[in-house]
């Protein structure tokens, strides 16, 4: 079984920064994709950023430029740093690993999401 605690989210005035962090813990063979996802209310929960096949990046044009993920492989963390903040960006943020966890099949694992809110 694989588990993930996210960390990070709050209130923040337009303009600021917060930084979202997603650990995961339990029996992980490896981690194929590692991922930050968001749902606004009333909205379809969309991509944010992830790191895909072959170590690359993908963002949405969005936050391109304002946010950053980035991952430590030995500690099976992935964080979203989220620069310049705007209204349209509260949401909950939810991580989103693809994990082939020992003896089980590869899967996606959620994160319990974190609310980011910002004020204008």
């Known amino acids: 079984q694989v588990q993930l605690v996210e960390s990070g989210g709050g209130l923040v005035q337009a303009g600021g920064s917060l930084r979202l962090s997603c650990a995961a813990s339990?029996?992980?063979?490896?981690?194929?994709?590692m991922g930050w996802y968001r749902q606004a209310p009333g909205k379809q929960r969309e991509l944010v950023a992830a790191?895909?096949?072959?170590?690359?990046?993908n963002y949405a044009d969005s936050v391109k430029g304002r946010f950053t993920i980035s991952r430590d492989n030995a500690k099976n963390t992935v964080s979203l740093q989220m620069n310049s903040l705007k209204p349209e960006d509260t949401a909950v943020y939810y991580c989103?690993?693809?994990?082939?966890?020992?003896?089980?099949?590869?899967?996606?694992?959620w994160g319990q999401g974190t609310q980011v809110t910002v004020s204008s």
């Open positions: 989103n690993l693809l994990v082939s966890a020992t003896g089980a099949a590869t899967r996606g694992y």
């Open positions: 339990g029996s992980i063979f490896s981690i194929k994709v």
């Open positions: 790191f895909i096949s072959g170590g690359s990046t």
